[in-house]
Structures are given as C-alpha cells and as structure tokens.
C-alpha cells in the first residue's frame, strides 16, 4: 500500500510543474505581446509606401517568405509580416497579427488571453526554435 501512494506521489510531483509550465510561457508570451504592441514593430505591415509616399510597395523577401522576419528588440517576439503572424521563439506560441490594424489589438495578461476588438485571438503552440 505505501508502495503504491510514493507511486501516485510521484506522479503528482511529476505532472503538477509540466502544467504550471506551459501556463507561464502563456503568460510570458501576452506579456510579451503586450511590450510588443507598444514598440514600432507592431505597427509595421506587409507592404511600404515608396519615396513618393504615393504607392505601397510589397516588403521584399528572400527566396522563402517564412523566413522574412523583423526582431523586435524590446519584446524578443519575431514579426513575419509577409505570414501575418508574431511569433516567440522563447515560448513557442504565435498568433495571427496584421501589422496594420495593430490598434485593435488588447491583451488581458491576468487571463492569458488577447483580443483583437472584442473577439478573443487563438493563441497556437509551434515547436521551440533551436538557437
């Protein structure tokens, strides 16, 4: 019998700070979107005007569009206008951001949640990038 409740202790232990885990990377990455949301980085969008202010021009890209990115400095979070996502390589979890309506954008850090108007934004999970 004593056997077996170290057995369910252990895992108890074991399970507990994996949850607890995940749920401050959650965090983190609002708060981190939050800090974002208030740097120049979060009001940049796909295309640019050119010298003449008169037409918007497409940002240009390498061979692979995943790979155009902007390093936020403040943050740590990546921006990849051409994909419409911000991404933390920190956490792992991205969403879907358009650079251009940044202003519509909250976040509830409390709640671990962000809300793009009144609609709540699905925050998804990547893998971790190797650095």
């Given at each position: ?11 108890l232990l074991?399970?507990t ?19 974002f949301?208030e740097?120049n ?17 497409p940002m ?10 902007i ?6 979070l990546?921006?990849y ?5 911000v991404?933390d390589?920190?956490?792992g979890?991205?969403?879907d951001y358009?650079g ?7 976040t ?5 949640k ?9 925050i998804?999970?990547a893998?971790?990038?190797q650095?």
């Amino acid at each position: 019998m004593r056997l077996l409740i170290s057995i369910v202790a252990v895992l108890l232990l074991y399970v507990t700070p994996t949850a607890q885990a995940q749920t401050n990377d959650l965090t983190d990455f609002v708060k981190r979107f939050n800090s974002f949301l208030e740097t120049n980085t979060a009001k940049l969008s796909w295309s640019a005007t050119d010298s003449a202010r008169t037409l918007p021009v497409p940002m240009p890209n390498a061979m692979d569009v995943s790979k155009t990115r902007i390093s936020d400095p403040t943050s740590g979070l990546w921006h990849y206008p051409n994909l419409q996502k911000v991404y933390d390589p920190e956490t792992g979890y991205y969403i879907d951001y358009k650079g251009l309506h940044y202003y519509t954008y909250k976040t509830d850090t409390a709640a671990g949640k962000i809300f793009k108007g009144e609609t709540e934004i699905q925050i998804k999970r990547a893998e971790k990038v190797q650095k």
